[in-house]
Nanobody, 123 residues
Framework: QVHLVESGGGLVRTGGSLRLSCLASGRILGLAMGWFRQAPGKEREFVAAISWNGGSLYYADSVKGRFTTSRDNAKNTVTLQMNSLKPEDTAIYYC?????????????????WGQGTRVTVSS
């Protein structure tokens, strides 16, 4: 069992930056990790994913070049660095872990989820 807790959300102006962290209670070594977000009135969408060893990274087109994800398996943490934020990035951001298999764009493939952290980007 893995318990995930996100932090680092907040209110930022357009063009600003935030760094989200996801701390796992259990070991994340061997687990693919993902970031998803859900804006008000919209479905949850894929943001980024990182393979178990950090060797493979994937990003949604909407965040490519602005967001970077990384992980530290020794500290059981995953981070999402978000730069050049836009109002359309406003959402609740979730960290997720997948027990088996490689990274995935699909939320249904992930087994463990955090409670989310809210990001609001003002124009």
């Amino acid at each position: 069992q893995v318990h995930l807790v996100e932090s680092g959300g907040g209110l930022v102006r357009t063009g600003g930056s935030l760094r989200l962290s996801c701390l796992a209670s259990g070991r994340i070594l061997g687990l693919a990790m993902g970031w998803f977000r859900q804006a008000p009135g919209k479905e949850r969408e894929f943001v980024a994913a990182i393979s178990w060893n950090g060797g493979s990274l994937y990003y949604a087109d909407s965040v490519k070049g602005r967001f970077t994800t990384s992980r530290d398996n020794a500290k059981n943490t995953v981070t999402l660095q978000m730069n050049s934020l836009k109002p359309e990035d406003t959402a609740i951001y979730y960290c997720a872990a997948r027990r088996f298999g490689s990274t995935s764009y699909y939320s249904t493939d992930y087994d463990y989820w955090g409670q989310g952290t809210r990001v609001t980007v003002s124009s």
